[in-house]
């Protein structure tokens, strides 16, 4: 019987020669084709995953401190925003003081005590 004698097949890719000897059949050559290229797709998919892992802790990290940076000027905003409430609370008070206390007919200096008591009132 005459046995199918396969092809000899010459390969040169990347730099790489390689000849291969009496392959009998092209599907061989494809399966064998298809398990390096999975091989290789599943090494560089598993690389990505690991820096993608990678950069989203280095995310979080550059979140995290912006977040405390962030609270750290929302404190300091509010602490000045309430001390310049405060402040015009009191002056409001001793408008509000003056305004029922004062008379026309007061003299400045009776205006003036007014005002002291006014002032003494509102703090």
């Given at each position: 019987?005459?046995?199918?004698?396969?092809?000899?097949?010459?390969?040169?890719?990347?730099?790489?020669?390689?000849?291969?000897?009496?392959?009998?059949?092209?599907?061989?050559i494809l399966t064998f084709y298809?398990?390096?290229?999975?091989?290789?797709?599943?090494?560089?998919?598993?690389?990505?995953?690991?820096?993608?892992?990678?950069?989203?802790?280095?995310?979080?990290?550059?979140?995290?401190?912006?977040?405390?940076?962030?609270?750290?000027?929302?404190?300091?905003?509010?602490?000045?925003?309430?001390?310049?409430?405060?402040?015009?609370?009191?002056?409001?008070?001793?408008?509000?003081?003056?305004?029922?206390?004062?008379?026309?007919?007061?003299?400045?200096?009776?205006?003036?005590?007014?005002?002291?008591?006014?002032?003494?009132?509102?703090?």
């Open positions: 019987m005459n046995e199918p004698t396969g092809a000899d097949l010459g390969i040169d890719a990347f730099g790489v020669k390689a000849n291969i000897k009496n392959v009998k059949s092209l599907n061989t298809a398990a390096v290229v999975a091989t290789v797709v599943a090494a560089i998919l598993g690389i990505h995953s690991v820096q993608a892992k990678d950069d989203s802790k280095t995310v979080a990290q550059q979140l995290k401190e912006s977040n405390k940076e962030v609270a750290a000027t929302l404190r300091e905003t509010t602490r000045d925003q309430n001390a310049v409430t405060k402040e015009l609370v009191r002056e409001l008070k001793t408008q509000n003081c003056l305004t029922v206390r004062i008379r026309p007919q007061m003299t400045a200096t009776e205006r003036a005590e007014e005002r002291a008591f006014c002032a003494g009132l509102a703090r």
